[in-house]
């Protein structure tokens, strides 16, 4: 851990470097404008006060190309500051991340659509898993590592590929920080896909207004030495008029289609170069796949970007108003945009879909570089578990438990003392199985366990919104589990299930509940306090006890959180009522 802490404090000391170097090279770019632009408007004086055009009006578009050039030198040097600024924050929040700090960068999921098993096993929300695996940078790679966590329709050829892309990807730290904090440097989740659905058109665009595009530029140039030559301006009025009532005629599309992209410069900008890195990566197999389709992604994004640099030509109010003017600035960025959808339109979605799938690839190897105790996750029939513990622990603290079955073992019976560690472990196994099945890395030494379905009954609230009681709250999700259980072989998690109601019907309901689970193709591990169940199924080769114990010692509760075979004797409940005065 204090290694990975050494060697990201090293890299913020990089960042803050370069980030230093890029921020006086923008201030020194930031001053130039500003002497441009007081040169540019004291040439205008003249000319407009004095008359004196020459060489004033030289002066003026001399300084107007310098300073749009100087425009556009500052972005790309802003655009590097901010690389450095997020890179900075990057690896000090993977610093505070080693400390076991939540993750304050990324997402947590909150409010997302999970599988049921999400609040019992703490996947969403603050402090949680999701949040402290979470590493996507894109909308649609967030949504694709959701997508994997619900642990759906999985089978063991599919992870296995997954594991080996993960692998790959992991072995390549440099790679992963790059694109990372490439994506960090805009805030693509706030911004949105970059989706490009264009909007409906109200003016058919044809081959005769193409060939416009092409007249305008040469007409342009043509009145410019027109005027410069013979001092007459027929042409240059030609040209503003074909110009402007193009502009006017394509009025409502260029409007829509401006506010699709005009905002999204930065964004394109990001996505390329993110794209870009794609080329850099070292792949084979499926990743050198997933290289190949992303290609033309790349392309398909830089076409963009250009186009869309092109159009915020319009927010320079004076340039835009002289180019399109004079060059029909308006119908070549929308001329391009017509090409664009027409060659890339069609399989772009999916191609943003394609870097998405390879956005959480990346934090699943970012996973695996970062925990390098973990293990990649093998799959059989028999369950042999060795130093299992719960990612929210930190490593320090955590006690790990080794933990085996044979194929004939169907339900396993926990039972324990209060705070022994009984609903930590089943939460760890949970979480492991997500894990797993994800292609991610698991908090053990060894772990081999059969794909199946998850499903868990650990919490429960009452609602008095919807009118619903605990016991009646918990009946509905154990009715949900019983019914998914007849679908697919499942790994079913219960904790103290039937709290709600007396002695008698719990242990009847129980009995009945476990009677149903013996004949459940999957396996089903239940955490009880109730000694006189776990009495009943003794000495049962489908039905293994395993248990958590406590110790009272010099007026001291101990626990060690170990799981061991057996039933627990130990209780805790009266002495820690009465260390606490309730009794």
């Known amino acids: 851990m204090s290694n990975f802490s050494d060697q990201f404090s090293e890299k913020i000391r ?27 408007a004291y040439s205008l004086y003249h000319i407009l006060y004095f008359k004196a055009v ?27 500051l901010l690389y450095h600024r997020k890179g900075v924050a990057f690896f000090e929040n993977e610093v505070g991340m080693q400390a076991h700090e939540l993750n304050q960068l990324f997402a947590d999921g909150e409010g997302k659509e999970l599988a049921d098993f999400a609040v019992d096993l703490d996947l969403l929300g603050a402090g949680g898993i999701f949040q402290r695996l979470n590493h996507s940078v894109t909308p649609n790679g ?18 296995e590929a997954r594991q080996r892309l993960v692998k790959k990807i992991s072995e390549q730290a440099d790679w992963m920080t ?3 904090v490439e994506g960090l440097s805009e805030d693509l989740h706030e911004a949105g896909a970059i989706s490009m659905k264009m909007p409906e058109k109200s003016r058919k665009w044809s081959s005769l207004w193409q060939w416009v595009t092409y007249l305008l530029p040469v007409l342009g140039v043509l009145a410019v030495g027109q005027y410069y030559i013979y001092d007459s301006k027929m042409i240059g009025w030609a040209a503003v008029i074909l110009s402007w009532g193009a502009t ?39 990743l050198k796949a997933h290289k190949a389709s992303l290609k033309s992604a790349s392309e398909a994004v830089g076409a963009l970007r250009s186009v869309a640099s092109l159009a915020n030509q319009r927010q ?47 934090t699943l190897g970012w996973w695996q570089y ?22 929210l622990i930190p490593q320090s603290k955590c006690v790990t438990n080794d933990w085996g079955l044979s194929e004939e073992n169907r339900l396993i019976l926990i039972t324990g003392s209060n705070m022994a560690g009984k609903s930590t472990f089943l939460r760890a196994l949970g979480v492991g199985m997500v894990l797993s099945q994800m292609g991610a890395v698991v908090y053990a030494k060894r772990w081999n366990m059969p794909i199946l379905q998850l ?83 003794h000495g049962l080769k489908d039905i293994v006890h395993y248990c958590f114990e406590s110790q009272i010692k010099g007026g001291e509760l101990t626990f060690d959180y170990k799981i061991r075979s057996g039933q627990a004797k130990n209780k805790n409940a009266t002495f820690l009522m009465e260390q606490m005065g309730i009794v």
């Open 14 to 40: 990089f960042h803050e470097v370069k980030k230093a170097e890029w921020q006086r090279k923008f201030y020194f770019l930031v001053v130039i404008r500003l002497l441009i632009g007081l040169g540019m």
């Open 54 to 80: 020459y060489p004033a009006l030289y002066f003026f578009f001399g300084g107007l190309a310098v300073f749009l050039t100087m425009v556009n030198l500052s972005i790309r040097v802003k655009r590097k």
């Open 142 to 159: 967030e949504e694709t590592l959701l997508k994997w966590m619900r642990c759906e329709a999985v089978d063991q050829e599919q992870v």
């Open 178 to 180: 790059a694109f990372l």
């Open 248 to 286: 006017s005629y394509f009025g409502k599309d260029l409007k829509a289609h401006f506010e699709l992209i005009s905002q999204k410069v930065a964004l394109f900008y990001r996505y390329g170069r993110m794209m870009d890195l794609v080329e850099k990566l070292e792949a084979d197999g499926l």
């Open 316 to 362: 320079n109010a004076l340039a835009y108003i002289i180019v399109n003017s004079l060059f029909g600035l308006d119908l070549q960025w929308y001329s391009r945009l017509m090409k664009w959808e027409q060659k890339y339109g069609a399989q772009f979605d999916a191609q943003l879909q394609l870097l998405g799938e390879l956005d959480a690839l990346v």
């Open 370 to 391: 970062t925990h390098p105790h973990y293990t990649v996750p093998t799959f059989g029939q028999r369950v042999d578990i060795s130093a299992l513990g719960h990612p």
């Open 455 to 537: 499903l868990s009954s650990l919490r429960h609230s009452d609602s008095l919104q919807e009118q619903t009681s605990y016991f009646y709250a918990e009946l509905l999700k154990l009715q949900k589990v019983m019914r998914l259980a007849e679908q697919r072989p499942s790994l079913i998690l219960l904790d103290e299930i039937l709290r709600g109601t007396n002695n008698d019907d719990k242990f009847e309901g129980s009995a009945r509940i476990i009677e149903k689970l013996r004949r459940h193709e999957g396996l089903t591990l239940l955490a009880t306090h109730d000694t006189a169940l776990c009495l009943q199924y």
